[in-house]
């Protein structure tokens, strides 16, 4: 197969020099060899700006971005900004591909004449040892609409993730990731989804997700566990803005369920900025579920007013009982 168009993969990285040499060389050594490469450093203090350059002389088909730290979200930003291809995929830094996953995603892309095409993964541990898994994804061809409903189920995360994806450029063309928040895929796939007339997903395990204890995904506890709220609440009022009925009363269940498990959890927060982001999620999710459920009944409004006292009580409540 003769590859014309042009496949920019953004890689972004900060403190992996472990795992970036396999990275690096699983995207090298692609089958699909029309690719531009781009390598984002983000400050990184350890040796991951050494190896990109040393990468940069060895293949000419790689960028390198030095910058400053900013977060992931930044960095995928600083990607998209410089990439010219046609199409447009990520592969997070501690992580690794299969060596025909463009080669297939880009066949699978034209033969459905698809806007995105994606693949399930392979969930290994740091050793390589493969941790079971039961994945949603399987061999079929579904609309944008028909994908943002996947986005609601218990295994959403396989069609959240960016990672196991190849995109047209034109479903992310103007897309910003959010700078400083943790789920960053979250907060813009609903767009992506519904931009693509066509989407298409392959059972294949052609991406290796690493699954390692220092990662960003495993620390999102305390306070930071509230930020997948912002990007849903983004997302719910996307979908009011859009007339999109169903998906709003869906998620709104969703949203409130998220929000009651996790606000659950925090307390004992006593540091200022803490304070005040915890003050910024429970109004931001008071705001956005007052205007888009169906309706709100009087406990729910007395709940919502006063988040803090409220959760208290219940925690209070719950030590009582034991």
């Given at each position: 197969?003769?590859?014309?168009?042009?496949?920019?993969?953004?890689?972004?990285?900060?403190?992996?020099?472990?795992?970036?040499?396999?990275?690096?060389?699983?995207?090298?050594?692609?089958?699909?060899?029309?690719?531009?490469?781009?390598?984002?450093?983000?400050?990184?203090?350890?040796?991951?700006p050494?190896?990109?350059?040393?990468w940069a002389?060895?293949?000419?088909?790689?960028?390198?971005?030095?910058?400053?730290?900013?977060?992931?979200?930044?960095?995928?930003?600083?990607?998209?900004?410089?990439?010219?291809?046609?199409?447009?995929?990520?592969?997070?830094?501690?992580?690794?591909?299969?060596?025909?996953?463009?080669?297939?995603?880009?066949?699978?892309?034209?033969?459905?004449?698809?806007?995105?095409?994606?693949?399930?993964?392979?969930?290994?541990?740091?050793?390589?040892?493969?941790?079971?898994?039961?994945?949603?994804?399987?061999?079929?061809v579904?609309?944008?609409?028909?994908?943002?409903?996947?986005?609601?189920d218990?295994?959403?995360?396989?069609?959240?993730?960016?990672?196991?994806?190849?995109?047209?450029?034109?479903?992310?063309?103007?897309?910003?990731?959010?700078?400083?928040?943790?789920?960053?895929?979250?907060?813009?796939?609903?767009?992506?989804?519904?931009r693509?007339?066509?989407?298409?997903?392959?059972?294949?395990?052609?991406?290796?997700?690493?699954?390692?204890?220092?990662?960003?995904?495993?620390?999102?506890?305390?306070?930071?566990?509230?930020?997948?709220?912002?990007?849903?609440?983004?997302?719910?009022?996307?979908?009011?803005?859009?007339?999109?009925?169903?998906?709003?009363?869906?998620?709104?269940?969703?949203?409130?369920?998220?929000?009651?498990?996790?606000?659950?959890?925090?307390?004992?927060?006593?540091?200022?900025?803490?304070?005040?982001?915890?003050?910024?999620?429970?109004?931001?999710?008071?705001?956005?579920?007052?205007?888009?459920?169906?309706?709100?009944?009087?406990?729910?409004?007395?709940?919502?007013?006063?988040?803090?006292?409220?959760?208290?009580?219940?925690?209070?409540?719950?030590?009582?009982?034991?």
């Amino acid at each position: 197969m003769e590859h014309r168009e042009l496949i920019s993969i953004i890689i972004p990285m900060y403190k992996v020099e472990r795992y970036l040499e396999k990275c690096i060389q699983s995207v090298v050594n692609q089958t699909y060899e029309n690719l531009e490469i781009i390598l984002v450093d983000d400050g990184s203090p350890d040796r991951c700006p050494e190896i990109c350059d040393e990468w940069a002389k060895k293949d000419e088909r790689i960028k390198v971005i030095h910058k400053e730290n900013g977060g992931i979200s930044d960095a995928r930003n600083a990607g998209l900004a410089a990439a010219t291809g046609a199409y447009i995929g990520f592969v997070d830094s501690d992580d690794y591909i299969e060596t025909n996953m463009y080669e297939i995603l880009f066949e699978a892309l034209k033969k459905e004449n698809a806007a995105i095409a994606m693949c399930d993964c392979e969930i290994v541990s740091e050793d390589g040892q493969v941790i079971e898994s039961k994945s949603p994804i399987v061999n079929e061809v579904f609309t944008g609409i028909q994908g943002l409903h996947k986005l609601a189920d218990n295994d959403g995360w396989y069609y959240v993730t960016l990672w196991n994806k190849l995109c047209a450029r034109k479903v992310l063309e103007g897309l910003k990731f959010p700078k400083g928040r943790v789920y960053e895929d979250e907060e813009i796939v609903h767009e992506v989804f519904f931009r693509a007339d066509k989407i298409v997903s392959l059972n294949q395990k052609l991406y290796n997700y690493v699954q390692r204890k220092g990662s960003i995904t495993k620390s999102t506890s305390g306070i930071k566990s509230l930020d997948i709220i912002e990007p849903l609440c983004h997302r719910l009022l996307f979908y009011k803005e859009h007339g999109l009925t169903e998906l709003c009363s869906e998620l709104c269940r969703n949203l409130r369920a998220v929000y009651d498990n996790r606000r659950m959890q925090i307390y004992g927060i006593d540091d200022f900025q803490g304070r005040k982001r915890l003050k910024e999620v429970d109004k931001l999710f008071k705001a956005t579920y007052f205007e888009c459920a169906k309706s709100v009944s009087r406990r729910d409004k007395l709940k919502y007013e006063f988040p803090s006292i409220w959760f208290a009580l219940c925690r209070m409540k719950i030590k009582l009982k034991k």
